[in-house]
């Protein structure tokens, strides 16, 4: 491989992760917005026009921001917690099936499975090396409530890689040309969205940080630079989620403006369904995972895997 093309690699890379950053920036206006006006009041509408500066504004107040340093903290882990976690959420994205000038690579999907997996530790450790009760509970209720929805989430995307026989998400757009497996899926499609909503710990299964019982769950004890980049995570792997949803069900990838627009409203139902729906129950959460979601998505994958098999 030549000097010039790793080079490519470097430069793409960094334009990439720049590109989510600002992406993650006005998703956090747009949600903001949104509410208010489901709120049936303002968002943010003073800095610079409608409010467009807010994001940054915010951005330079938290990094600003003094460093707690906690007595009865294991500090190490406490400090770099948030740090892994951004960085597991911006290693999600090398993933995406570029046609130039970046990493593409043939087991895509694997790759993105174990990052969400590794994904669970940086909250495990983050409410953990707090050492407030408050964090603990809300670390172990992310725990228990990722690992479980992403059991669901690989048979789901299985029944989707047995419909193109392959990890790569390049052909995801091929076998999308004539019909969307949205359509082909249905109930599938309904499970992912939800199941979506599940691993990335957004309303109504926002049990890590349940306001009501545990103030703010694994990320209690955070301020300033920490708090902001649990934040950062958190929104760029929404707007992964939504990706991969386009990608999966939605037609794929294509370097055209439908596909940043599908990107944008799935983000957009994010938004929405937190400004709509209450907090679902934990026990019923669990359940819903255990008792409704696995069952369903085991039986489409064998009658997926029938179908392909009879249409081979």
């Known amino acids: ?25 006005f998703l956090t206006l747009l949600e903001r917005k949104m509410l208010g006006y489901i709120q049936i009041r303002k968002g943010p509408n003073k ?40 960085f597991f959420s911006l290693m999600l994205w090398m993933m995406i099936p570029y046609y130039f000038n970046m990493i593409n690579f043939n087991l895509g999907v694997l790759y993105v499975l174990c990052f969400l997996s590794v994904g669970v530790y940086t909250l495990l450790l983050a ?5 407030s009760n408050y964090s603990m509970l809300g670390g172990l209720r992310a725990m228990a409530q990722t690992i479980s929805y992403e059991v669901s989430l690989a048979l789901i995307l299985i029944s989707s890689l047995i419909m ?8 995801m757009s091929i076998f999308q040309e004539n019909i969307w497996f949205m359509f082909m899926m249905f109930p599938l499609t309904i499970c992912m969205f939800s199941s979506m909503l599940a691993e990335t710990n957004r309303t109504p299964f926002d049990f890590a940080e349940g306001e009501s019982e545990l103030v703010s769950g694994f990320n209690i004890e955070y301020s300033g630079g920490g708090f902001a980049l649990i934040f950062l995570a958190e929104y760029s792997s929404i707007l992964f989620m939504s990706m991969m ?18 990107l944008s409203l799935i983000s957009l139902m994010f938004i929405w369904v937190r400004g709509t729906l209450p907090r679902y129950r934990y026990d019923k959460l669990m359940y819903m995972c255990w008792k409704i979601y696995l069952p369903v998505s085991l039986n489409l994958l064998m009658m997926y895997l029938g179908l392909k098999m009879f249409l081979m």
């Open 164 to 171: 193109i026989m392959d990890f790569n998400m390049v052909n």
């Open 1 to 25: 491989m030549l000097f010039i093309d790793i080079m490519n690699i470097f430069i793409g890379m960094i334009i990439l992760f720049i590109g989510v950053l600002i992406g993650v920036a």
């Open 47 to 86: 800095l610079g026009v409608l409010g467009v500066m807010q994001p940054f504004s915010d951005g330079i107040k938290l990094f600003s921001k003094e460093q707690l340093y906690l007595s009865y903290s294991n500090y190490m882990y406490y400090y770099f917690s948030p740090v892994i976690s951004f």
């Open 245 to 262: 949803f386009v990608l999966l069900y939605v037609g794929g990838y294509s370097l055209n403006l439908i596909f940043y627009l599908k």
């Open 127 to 131: 409410g953990w090396s707090s050492n």
